[in-house]
């Protein structure tokens, strides 16, 4: 990511630099005299070369902040900066109507809004880059760049004096673009020598009493490694993958978020596609009253870091059968949508460890083929997670989109995060190869004699009903509940269990 967003600056420096071709395709304008915002005014014959070309620059600058890997602090000199990119296509779209001070006849018949918004856009886009440089040499403190602010600084204060003047105008403005370019080149310089140990994002807004739960919870984060891309977790003092039988593997990374909460048999609940812990605190108090409730986040998702694979279907198994107790005990699996292709392929990989598993919504494993990119793109979505466009995005449409889809504020703050984001995204890219899987692993292994609920609210694909009788399994149909049990019926799920 660091290298994708030193290209898009080396661009913007580049299209930002077009200009200089103009003082030989334009002899109109003045090169000493006239602004280089002249040579894309309505009246020039390459107007449309210098107006793309302007549109270009801001929108390769945006592409670079967009891409660079989130670093603590950083974000009010990269906000700025995004500002002078959107300023420079704001001016691209609405040039000049002539030459403002080339052509003497300029401006006689009064201006357009298209000539004011380009004279506003582009003071404006001044003040953003030089914001930018401030705040990010400040942050950086690096010798090289505060020169190039400072330079910049005097070739925007020569360029107002030569307008206040009324003399050499172009030559100070023409100064002034090249040293943002030049500033330009340097950032992406220092992009590609970052190390990539710098980009790191900043944790979760936490509420207080929410870290865990509720009634008592208790939450382990503890480093542990991992294996299969499974991470490690603690529950006790005694590590889950341990006590699971599981070596773990090289390269794992560790604090998995898991909320422990009462005591008693133990019941483990996974939750839907980018679910969260949270949403089953109502469940979880219900339980917790005779069981041990065990909840977690997948990689990615809720507290839990990113996983450096893509998710699949065998790995959350492998998740899950960590997290149960050791045997001779026995687990109550509680299972939510997507999540309970994890449920069904645990219970026909580990028959021994399951003594009851609860279906809530069940997702259809419908006959379709997995996305050919979608392990590519999975591999990517952990880097794109981490940087200022993942994490814009989801400051602006996470929460919102949370509460429309659960009714539910987000009292942690994770739903605004790019991390989550781009866990939600690749969960839903893996359903296709994950519901492949089921398909091939419910024709190898039987599933267990167990006694299994599936409940839903509603099944106007028959999925549910279908699922029931291949488990045989009691169906429980739940009438005007709406949508996420958990949330809207709660005391159904813990009876389910119960």
Same mark, same amino acid.
């Given at each position: ?24 395709? +334009? ?60 300023? +420079? ?31 506003? &856009? ?29 330079? +910049?600084?005097?070739? +925007?204060?020569? $360029?107002?004096?030569?307008? =206040? ?9 023409? &100064? ?7 500033? /330009? ?15 790191? #994002? ?14 008592? =919870? ?69 339980? =917790?009253? @005779? ?20 998710? $699949? ?30 449920? #069904? ?47 814009? /995005? ?31 995204? @690749?969960?839903?890219? &893996? ?68």
């Amino acid at each position: 990511m660091f290298v994708l967003a030193a290209c898009a600056f080396i661009v913007t420096a580049v299209l930002a630099s077009a200009w200089v071709t103009g003082q030989f395709t +334009t002899p109109a304008v003045d090169r000493t005299e006239g602004y280089v915002s002249e040579l894309a005014a309505r009246n020039q014959p390459w107007t449309r070369l210098f107006r793309v070309s302007d549109v270009l620059t801001g929108l390769a600058c945006l592409a670079g902040v967009a891409l660079v890997p989130r670093v603590a602090r950083e974000w009010p000199g990269w906000l700025a900066l995004a500002a002078f990119g959107l300023l +420079t296509v704001v001016a691209g779209l609405f040039p000049l109507d002539c030459a403002a001070l080339s052509d003497p006849l300029c401006g006689r018949q009064g201006a357009s809004a298209a000539h004011v918004a380009h004279a506003a &856009a582009r003071v404006l886009g001044t003040i953003a880059v030089l914001v930018a440089m401030v705040l990010l040499s400040a942050r950086w403190r690096a010798r090289a760049s505060w020169l190039f602010t400072w330079l +910049t600084l005097g070739a +925007t204060l020569l $360029t107002a004096g030569a307008q =206040a003047a009324g003399h050499g105008v172009g030559l100070a403005h023409r &100064a002034q673009l090249t040293m943002i370019a030049v500033w /330009l080149v340097y950032v992406a310089l220092r992009l590609l020598v970052a190390d990539d140990a710098a980009a790191d #994002e900043a944790g979760p807004r936490i509420a207080p009493g929410r870290m865990g739960g509720v009634g008592g =919870a208790r939450v382990r984060t503890d480093d542990a490694p991992a294996w299969s891309g499974a991470d490690g977790v603690r529950a006790d003092d005694e590590p889950l993958w341990s006590r699971a039988g599981a070596d773990p593997g090289p390269g794992g990374r560790g604090r998995a978020h898991v909320v422990v909460q009462g005591a008693g048999p133990v019941v483990l609940i996974t939750a839907g596609l980018a679910g969260a812990w949270f949403h089953w605190d109502a469940v979880a108090a219900r339980l =917790a009253v @005779g069981h041990r409730v065990i909840r977690f986040d997948r990689p990615g998702l809720g507290l839990s870091p990113c996983a450096p694979v893509p998710p $699949t279907l065998y790995d959350e198994a492998a998740r899950l059968a960590a997290l149960s107790p050791a045997h001779p005990q026995q687990v109550t699996l509680v299972a939510h949508g997507v999540a309970c292709w994890h449920a #069904e392929a645990f219970a026909r990989l580990h028959p021994l460890c399951l003594a009851r598993l609860v279906l809530v919504e069940p997702a259809c494993t419908a006959e379709r083929r997995p996305l050919p990119f979608a392990r590519t793109a999975c591999r990517w979505l952990p880097a794109l997670g981490r940087t200022w466009g993942a994490t814009a /995005l989801a400051r602006l449409a996470g929460p919102p989109a949370h509460r429309l889809l659960t009714g539910l504020p987000d009292p942690s703050g994770v739903y605004g995060t790019g991390r989550v984001l781009a866990a939600a995204v @690749g969960e839903w890219l &893996a359903r296709r190869g994950m519901a492949a899987d089921l398909r091939r692993l419910r024709e190898e292994k039987p599933f267990p004699d167990v006694p299994v609920t599936v409940l839903s609210a509603g099944d106007p694909d028959g999925c549910a009903e279908r699922l029931a009788d291949a488990l045989a399994a009691e169906h429980v149909r739940l009438p005007r509940a709406g949508r996420h049990l958990q949330l809207r019926a709660p005391q159904a799920v813990a009876h389910a269990v119960t």
